[in-house]
C-alpha cells in the first residue's frame, strides 16, 4: 500500500503541474497501480497456499520413498510441525514472498497490457 500512495502523491502533482498533458499520467498512473495490485496478489497467494504446499510435498515425498499408504492429512501436519516449527511450517521465507512480487507484478501487467 505505501507504494501506491507513493505513486499516487506523486502522480496527483504531476498532473497539478500540467493540465494539458494527462493522458501518458493516466497510463502511467494505472501501469503502476497494476504492478502494485500484481505484487500484493502474488504475495498474498504464497501466504494461503505456502502451509497445503508443504503438506503435498511432504505426501509425495513418502510415496517416493516406497511408502504404500500416505500418511493421513493430520499426521503428516503433526510430523511437519515436529520438524521445522509452526512459523517455519505456515509462514513462508522472506525470500520466497520477495520472490512473489516482481513475478506476479509483471505478469498482471502483461495481462492487462494484451487483453
Not at 507504494?3 to 494539458?20: P, Y
Not at 503502476?32 to 500484481?38: I, N, S
Request: glycine share 6%.
Amino acid at each position: 500500500m505505501c507504494l501506491q500512495d507513493l505513486a499516487s502523491r506523486q502522480i496527483a502533482a504531476r498532473k497539478s503541474a500540467s493540465r494539458d498533458n494527462t493522458v501518458p499520467i493516466q497510463f502511467l498512473e494505472r501501469t503502476l497501480a497494476t504492478l502494485a495490485a500484481g505484487g500484493c496478489a502474488g504475495v498474498a497467494y504464497r501466504l494461503a497456499s505456502w502451509p497445503w504446499d508443504m503438506l503435498l510435498v511432504r505426501r509425495l515425498e513418502s510415496w517416493e520413498h516406497g511408502a504404500l499408504v500416505s500418511p493421513s492429512l493430520g499426521n503428516e501436519a503433526r510430523r511437519l510441525i515436529a520438524e521445522v516449527g509452526v512459523r517455519r511450517a505456515l509462514f513462508p521465507p522472506v525470500r520466497v514472498l520477495a520472490s512473489a512480487f516482481p513475478s506476479s507484478a509483471l505478469g498482471l501487467l502483461v495481462y492487462e497490457l494484451l487483453r
